[in-house]
């Protein structure tokens, strides 16, 4: 499937080739930290299969608990994660799904680092639903 995506500011455009049955969501404690939420989602894609139109991504390396060494490349203005991959020689990026124009038709089909997911995710459909955020109160 061919989708495409930007960062929040705009800054930053690609388009990629994936493929959606290798959508998957991660619950490691690092993916929780550097999304600030309960989860990532995203899909292995070849070095060749994204192109990045837009923009120049920014960096940080970060040692994975393999002991191998990620980068994780965002957009230098507004810092949406775009991917992550092998720091030297990246063949496939971990492309982030939420940055996806069409992410409301991608369904992850696995999930992986259970051990690390928020026990509180599986409650989630008994908690209020409210269409819109709430005007804070004064």
């Not at 070849?46 to 980068?71: N, P, V």
């Not at 957009?75 to 092998?86: L, V």
């Not at 989630?124 to 269409?131: E, G, Q, S, Y």
Request: a positive charge; charged letters at 25%; one cysteine or more.
């Amino acid at each position: 499937m061919k989708i495409d995506g930007r960062c929040l500011c705009g800054l930053i455009t690609y388009e990629a080739e994936i493929d959606q049955s290798k959508i998957s969501l991660c619950h490691c404690t690092d993916c929780q930290i550097n999304s600030g939420s309960a989860f990532r989602i995203a899909t292995l894609v070849g070095k060749d299969d994204f192109r990045l139109l837009t923009g120049k991504l920014k960096s940080y390396i970060k040692i994975a608990q393999s002991g191998a060494r990620r980068a994780l490349s965002f957009c230098p203005e507004c810092g949406t994660h775009i991917h992550g991959s092998d720091a030297e020689n990246a063949q496939t990026y971990s492309l982030r799904m939420s940055t996806a124009r069409q992410i409301r038709e991608l369904t992850p089909s696995i999930q992986i680092w259970r051990r690390s997911a928020l026990g509180w995710l599986s409650g989630l459909d008994t908690r209020v639903k409210l269409d819109e955020q709430q005007p804070m109160p004064r």
